[in-house]
């Protein structure tokens, strides 16, 4: 399924950039489930931005060697940590009581195909991190056409403030990987499509269509 096949309310938000990167585009079908369940997209969006800041703060107590991933982490970290305080702040506007949710496969699948032993340890991560961006702003751009204004522009923004972040994440891999990482790319790409768009019973940030969406008959299989 390209962008291309998407309804031009959802295609015409994702930029050109990620959308190119990602490749496959994520089910309309989970944006439409997500927006029926805002204080779940809420608590585990707010959940992804505290993960996302936790896993820069990881890389650079991890690889303080590396100067510019550290400097980039530390302005990752800060940056993530108030869209978090701002999505905990919205949530409650709205009433929405702030509670746990668990975290859906998608993250945890690709880090287990990290590798074990460096320099290839750090290069992965980096990618996944790119890849978690990259998707996470494209569902900014897919959920927002769906939403109430205020929270509409609320991820409009967020999408408008992190749209770059996937590409610091791969100028970071190629510098850490001393070459081209085309190759481990393409790998994970394949398994970022997989997990992306496998059905799911659970509504989260990043989970697949609902579980009774038949992923064949919109085309999704086929390019995972």
């Known amino acids: 399924m390209s962008r291309s096949n998407l309804p031009g309310a959802f295609a015409s938000e994702v930029p050109e950039p990620i959308a190119s990167f990602l490749v496959v585009p994520s ?24 993960k996302a800041a936790s896993s820069a703060l990881a890389l650079m107590h991890r690889y303080p060697q ?9 302005r990752l970290a800060r940056e993530e940590l108030r869209h978090y305080e701002q999505v905990r702040q919205i949530a409650k506007q709205m009433g ?7 975290a859906s496969e ?8 990290v590798a074990a032993t460096e320099p ?33 522009k609320f991820y409009r923004g967020l999408l408008a403030s992190e749209a ?13 990987a001393n070459g081209p990482i085309a190759q481990r790319l393409t790998a994970l790409l394949h398994v970022e499509h997989q997990l992306i768009n496998a059905p799911s019973t659970t509504i989260r940030f990043h989970s697949g269509p609902p579980v009774s969406c038949d992923v064949d008959a919109i085309g999704l299989a086929s390019q995972a």
């Not at 993250?107 to 287990?112: I, Y």
């Open 27 to 50: 089910s309309q079908l989970w944006a439409q489930a997500a927006a029926t369940d805002l204080p779940t997209l809420l608590i585990d969006h707010g959940n992804c931005e505290l």
């Open 66 to 74: 590396h100067e510019a991933l550290v400097w980039r982490m530390s």
């Open 96 to 102: 929405v009581a702030w509670g746990t949710r668990s």
């Open 106 to 113: 998608y993250a945890s699948g690709l880090r287990t195909c």
């Open 120 to 152: 290839q340890r750090l290069v992965d991560t980096l990618i996944v991190g790119a890849l978690i961006e990259a998707r996470s702003c494209e569902r900014f751009a897919l959920i927002a056409s769906l939403l109430p204004d205020r929270l509409a």
């Open 164 to 176: 770059r972040h996937f590409e610091h994440y791969l100028e970071l891999a190629e510098q850490a």
